[in-house]
Nanobody, 126 residues
Framework: QVQLVESGGGLVQAGGSLRLSCAAS????????MGWFRQAPGRERELVVA????????YTADSVKGRFTITTDSAKNTVYLQMNSLKPEDTAVYYC???????????????????WGQGTQVTVSS
């Protein structure tokens, strides 16, 4: 069983930055693929960034490319989402997700992930 706890959300002005954290327990990052998703009101949950185990490969959605970066700290079993140049359209609940994995693949579908955090709200004001 993997437990994921997100933190770091909040209210920020357009152009600002936030860093989200996702602390994982119950499994090592060395055998876990991770992803960050977001869901705005009335919209489907969408992938923001994904990383394979050990950070070998990563995927970034076009909507956040050049602004958002995913990093991992294996010693702390924590994955981070650094969000820069935030826009009002980035407003959403952000979720961390994980799946046990022994390949180097990243995964882009919500159904690909087995474990989810509770979500953290990010609000970007104009």
């Amino acid at each position: 069983q993997v437990q994921l706890v997100e933190s770091g959300g909040g209210l920020v002005q357009a152009g600002g930055s936030l860093r989200l954290s996702c602390a994982a327990s119950g499994r090592s990052f060395s055998t876990t693929a991770m992803g960050w998703f977001r869901q705005a009101p009335g919209r489907e949950r969408e992938l923001v960034v994904a990383v394979g185990r050990l950070g070998a490969r990563a995927y970034t959605a076009d909507s956040v490319k050049g602004r958002f970066t995913i990093t991992t700290d294996s010693a702390k079993n924590t994955v981070y989402l650094q969000m820069n140049s935030l826009k009002p359209e980035d407003t959403a609940v952000y979720y961390c997700a994980a799946r046990p994995d022994y390949s180097m693949r990243y995964y882009i579908g919500t159904s690909d992930y087995e474990y989810w955090g509770q979500g953290t709200q990010v609000t970007v004001s104009s």
